[in-house]
């Protein structure tokens, strides 16, 4: 099954889990609170002004999503381009060695469709987050997406959460928030498809 379905699964689950707990509430029990998915505590559905599209609207939870994925983005250029031991390097080589405004268009197409991949698997419904890029397996197999270089290792996974998670950090969801767990687990139950070596 396909990564994505199975978080846009659980997604369901949950939402089947609080109707059932609405209408089952016979006995006078209060029904358990109902934490709201991740895309809600985000900022959900509600409009606000597109910071970098003049004149256009956009949910908040998207963007806070769209926030997150170019800081991380940035973070993984600069370890790229840092020569530093154990880079990400291979993995990023066939993008950024496109130049331009191929490359530009590229990097763009990857925050957004990374963007739709956060907002759709973590409760955003609106068909704007409708996620249409390859599945977790294929897109970090090289044989499969000639612009993944090489296989992703375990260290190489843990360094790319790390730079998500800074990411969120600097876009106001600190580390000892439940918020920031629940972002953490939905990375780590995408280590297996995508680490391949
Ligand atoms: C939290 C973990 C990760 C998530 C959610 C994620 C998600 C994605 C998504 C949605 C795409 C786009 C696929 C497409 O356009 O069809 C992608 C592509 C890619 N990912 Fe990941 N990824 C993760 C971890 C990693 C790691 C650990 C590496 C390498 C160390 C990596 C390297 C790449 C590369 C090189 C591409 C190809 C870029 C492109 O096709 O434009 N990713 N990833």
Given at each position: ?197
């Amino acid at each position: 099954m396909k990564i994505y379905s199975k978080l846009t699964l659980s997604v369901l689950l949950a939402a089947s889990a609080a109707m059932i707990s609405c209408s089952n509430n016979d006995d006078e029990t209060p029904a358990p609170p109902v934490k709201a998915s991740i895309y809600e505590r985000l900022g959900g559905t509600k409009m606000v002004a597109d910071p970098d599209n003049s004149g256009q609207m956009i949910e908040q939870g998207r963007l806070s999503f769209r926030k997150v994925v170019n800081s991380a983005i940035g973070l993984i250029v600069a370890d790229v381009q840092s020569n530093a031991a154990g880079n990400l390097q291979a993995h990023f080589a066939p993008l950024l060695a496109e130049t331009g405004t191929t490359q530009s268009t590229n990097i763009a197409k990857l925050s957004d469709n990374l963007t739709d991949f956060f907002s759709f698997n973590t409760g955003g419904t609106n068909a704007v987050n409708t996620y249409s890029g390859l599945n977790m397996v294929a897109a970090h197999d090289p044989a499969k997406n000639p612009r993944m270089g090489t296989k992703s290792s375990s260290a190489d996974y843990t360094k790319f959460e790390g730079y998500v998670g800074a990411a969120a950090n600097a876009n106001g969801v600190a580390s000892n928030t439940e918020l920031y767990t629940d972002i953490v687990a939905v990375l780590e139950s995408l280590r297996t498809p995508i680490v391949q070596k």
